[in-house]
């Protein structure tokens, strides 16, 4: 059978020659139909092939990128904002929080349900958020905060803090690195190590004051210190509800241990209110203070803020500022505007998320932060942004202090009150490390360190020159407010741009004129060393208890907490 095959197969191609050779054109035309007919069946099935392979491929990336998230239940409505899945989840899911916040404190008010059960709630129900978001990643939190714990047990109070803080922060390096580098580099959506960056402040933070409370003595502690100082270990599920609280799992912000503990015992002010303060809120408060008007101020300023971002951050692209033809064509005055505007449509995404963050916290019923001389309220106590006092801001000093706060409060009681050299250095380089594995990260707080010195020796030799007279002191800070707006924004591209490559070409069209002179500056202007600065301020501070001895007890900052 397959030989009578064979063989008609080569009769006929005989048969084929000896009609060429009879008919010419006509043959040359069968040949050539039949050699299309061979050729276009090899491309039909390399083509079919290739749409199998490209099919498996798209189905192996959507698998992958369906374990990478959370949810998909609300892809409807991602492509209907033609947002990513995982922005609209975790925006669902704060807004989920802040509804859970208000039945948290309305039905498990603390004078009627037991801590235990306040804390499981708040646990699980953040458990549950974060699962929700970031999927099967979410375990990195149960993880990074169960080998902490095990450390703090293991290694005693005397080194808990050293152990915990390396070993947290190694952790979420590693999740970055791993982000960055294997999964996806550049993505701006959402993603699983910003929770862990609030979860290793709590960790780091929590473990410091244990050591203050536990291994330190009374009288080296500083008065925060004091203040924040833990006296016992916390129970398993109290850290676990510190860590992963569904008030804070998601976008922060960072508290204390201390206040986290008292606001779910039900008395937010036991360990700030000290004697005749105390006894002054006391009177003040007659009945629990109600957070729902300024809920609804921060939540219809966060959405304000998201409105404005998504109507102005394509208007001013941030890449822009390093395009050939912008820097070519465009003069430097017009490049000066553009970089401001830039950057300034950046900030309300965070405006936007972090205010949220701080409503979903404040309609729980934490965040109390004591009340005005007038008697008002104030919900301020947790709160990581100040808006106007960062776009008014007319010193370096100024804008840290009131963007993204509860940061700035764990590096400075972490690390810038503890390092015994250095400070403003080891302080900048622990936060690029916290922030992330980007290029962009480091060239920013690199830059940051040598623009802080410049602005603190002018701030210490220039400033008092100007505050003879008012008008002298208005001109001043216009000139400073320009200067500390067009500083923040060239040392924050690096942090947009997050490349390295990019970032050199920006400050090389800029000639790298504010590093130089920043150096510069730090260099001509003489600032006295921070040890002799606190002995200045110790002296005076022992000068006015004796002058106003009256007084001496409503101080409650330290001479460290002072400086700048």
């Given at each position: 059978?397959?030989?009578?095959?064979?063989?008609?197969?080569?009769?006929?191609?005989?048969?084929?020659?000896?009609?060429?050779?009879?008919?010419?054109?006509?043959?040359?035309?069968?040949?050539?139909?039949?050699?299309?007919?061979?050729?276009?069946?090899?491309?039909?099935?390399?083509?079919?092939?290739?749409?199998?392979?490209?099919?498996?491929?798209?189905?192996?990336?959507?698998?992958?990128s369906t374990a990478c998230t959370g949810s998909s239940l609300l892809q409807p409505v991602s492509e209907?904002?033609?947002?990513?899945?995982?922005?609209?989840?975790?925006?669902?899911?704060?807004?989920?929080?802040?509804?859970?916040?208000?039945?948290?404190?309305?039905?498990?008010?603390?004078?009627?349900?037991?801590?235990?059960?306040?804390?499981?709630?708040?646990?699980?129900?953040?458990?549950?958020?974060?699962?929700?978001?970031?999927?099967?990643?979410?375990?990195?939190?149960?993880?990074?905060?169960?080998?902490?714990?095990?450390?703090?047990?293991?290694?005693?109070?005397?080194?808990?803090?050293?152990?915990?803080?390396?070993?947290?922060?190694?952790?979420?390096?590693?999740?970055?690195?791993?982000?960055?580098?294997?999964?996806?580099?550049?993505?701006?959506?959402?993603?699983?190590?910003?929770?862990?960056?609030?979860?290793?402040?709590?960790?780091?933070?929590?473990?410091?004051?244990?050591?203050?409370?536990?291994?330190?003595?009374?009288?080296?502690?500083?008065?925060?210190?004091?203040?924040?100082?833990?006296?016992?270990?916390?129970?398993?599920?109290?850290?676990?509800?510190?860590?992963?609280?569904?008030?804070?799992?998601?976008?922060?912000?960072?508290?204390?241990?201390?206040?986290?503990?008292?606001?779910?015992?039900?008395?937010?002010?036991?360990?700030?209110?000290?004697?005749?303060?105390?006894?002054?809120?006391?009177?003040?408060?007659?009945?629990?203070?109600?957070?729902?008007?300024?809920?609804?101020?921060k939540v219809a300023s966060s959405f304000f803020c998201l409105l404005v971002f998504l109507s102005v951050?394509?208007?001013?692209?941030?890449?822009?500022?390093?395009?050939?033809?912008?820097?070519?064509?465009?003069?430097?005055?017009?490049?000066?505007?553009?970089?401001?505007?830039?950057?300034?449509?950046?900030?309300?995404?965070?405006?936007?998320?972090?205010?949220?963050?701080?409503?979903?916290?404040?309609?729980?019923?934490?965040?109390?932060?004591?009340?005005?001389?007038?008697?008002?309220?104030?919900?301020?106590?947790?709160?990581?942004?100040?808006?106007?006092?960062?776009?008014?801001?007319?010193?370096?000093?100024?804008f840290l202090d009131n963007w993204n706060i509860q940061t700035a409060h764990w590096l400075k009681r972490?690390?810038?009150?503890?390092?015994?050299?250095?400070?403003?250095?080891?302080?900048?380089?622990?936060?690029?490390?916290?922030?992330?594995?980007?290029?962009?990260?480091?060239?920013?707080?690199?830059?940051?360190?040598?623009?802080?010195?410049?602005?603190?020796?002018?701030?210490?030799?220039?400033?008092?020159?100007?505050?003879?007279?008012?008008?002298?002191?208005?001109?001043?800070?216009?000139?400073?407010?320009?200067?500390?707006?067009?500083?923040?924004?060239?040392?924050?591209?690096?942090?947009?741009?997050?490349?390295?490559?990019?970032?050199?070409?920006?400050?090389?069209?800029?000639?790298?004129?504010?590093?130089?002179?920043?150096?510069?500056?730090?260099?001509?202007?003489?600032?006295?060393?921070?040890?002799?600065?606190?002995?200045?301020?110790?002296?005076?501070?022992?000068?006015?208890?004796?002058?106003?001895?009256?007084?001496?007890?409503?101080?409650?900052?330290?001479?460290?907490?002072?400086?700048?």
């Amino acid at each position: 059978m397959c030989g009578e095959c064979k063989g008609g197969g080569r009769r006929s191609e005989k048969e084929e020659e000896e009609q060429e050779e009879e008919g010419g054109g006509r043959s040359i035309s069968s040949r050539t139909n039949r050699h299309k007919r061979t050729i276009g069946g090899s491309r039909s099935l390399r083509h079919n092939r290739r749409i199998s392979r490209g099919a498996v491929a798209m189905a192996a990336e959507d698998s992958r990128s369906t374990a990478c998230t959370g949810s998909s239940l609300l892809q409807p409505v991602s492509e209907i904002t033609n947002l990513p899945l995982d922005q609209v989840n975790f925006v669902v899911c704060q807004l989920c929080a802040l509804l859970s916040a208000f039945s948290f404190r309305l039905f498990l008010h603390p004078s009627r349900t037991s801590p235990v059960i306040r804390h499981l709630v708040a646990t699980l129900l953040g458990l549950y958020f974060a699962l929700f978001c970031f999927g099967w990643y979410a375990l990195h939190f149960l993880l990074q905060s169960g080998l902490t714990y095990g450390i703090m047990i293991i290694t005693g109070v005397e080194h808990m803090h050293k152990y915990c803080l390396l070993v947290a922060l190694s952790y979420l390096s590693l999740c970055q690195i791993t982000r960055v580098y294997v999964f996806d580099y550049g993505m701006y959506s959402a993603d699983f190590t910003g929770p862990m960056m609030v979860i290793t402040q709590k960790i780091t933070s929590l473990a410091f004051e244990i050591h203050d409370g536990m291994a330190r003595k009374e009288e080296s502690l500083t008065p925060g210190q004091k203040m924040l100082a833990i006296r016992r270990m916390p129970s398993l599920l109290e850290y676990f509800s510190y860590n992963c609280n569904f008030m804070g799992i998601l976008a922060g912000p960072t508290s204390s241990y201390n206040d986290y503990i008292a606001f779910i015992e039900g008395d937010p002010r036991r360990h700030r209110d000290q004697g005749a303060d105390r006894k002054s809120s006391g009177r003040l408060r007659k009945s629990e203070p109600s957070p729902n008007t300024e809920v609804v101020r921060k939540v219809a300023s966060s959405f304000f803020c998201l409105l404005v971002f998504l109507s102005v951050c394509k208007v001013f692209p941030v890449e822009q500022n390093i395009d050939d033809d912008f820097i070519a064509n465009t003069p430097f005055y017009g490049q000066v505007v553009y970089l401001y505007l830039s950057m300034l449509t950046t900030r309300p995404k965070y405006y936007f998320v972090w205010t949220l963050a701080d409503a979903i916290n404040n309609a729980a019923g934490f965040g109390f932060n004591g009340y005005d001389s007038d008697g008002s309220p104030r919900w301020d106590l947790i709160s990581n942004l100040r808006i106007l006092n960062i776009e008014l801001a007319t010193s370096f000093k100024v804008f840290l202090d009131n963007w993204n706060i509860q940061t700035a409060h764990w590096l400075k009681r972490v690390c810038y009150e503890r390092c015994p050299y250095h400070p403003t250095a080891a302080t900048f380089i622990l936060s690029a490390m916290w922030h992330g594995a980007y290029p962009g990260y480091y060239l920013t707080f690199l830059t940051g360190i040598v623009i802080t010195l410049a602005a603190r020796a002018v701030r210490h030799n220039v400033r008092p020159h100007f505050l003879k007279s008012p008008t002298h002191k208005r001109v001043y800070d216009v000139i400073t407010w320009a200067a500390t707006q067009i500083a923040i924004c060239y040392t924050v591209v690096p942090f947009v741009l997050l490349s390295v490559g990019p970032s050199i070409k920006f400050y090389r069209s800029w000639y790298f004129g504010l590093h130089i002179g920043c150096v510069l500056l730090a260099l001509a202007l003489p600032v006295k060393p921070r040890h002799l600065r606190l002995k200045e301020q110790q002296k005076n501070l022992l000068q006015e208890r004796v002058q106003h001895p009256e007084e001496a007890g409503d101080s409650n900052c330290s001479p460290k907490e002072k400086d700048t």
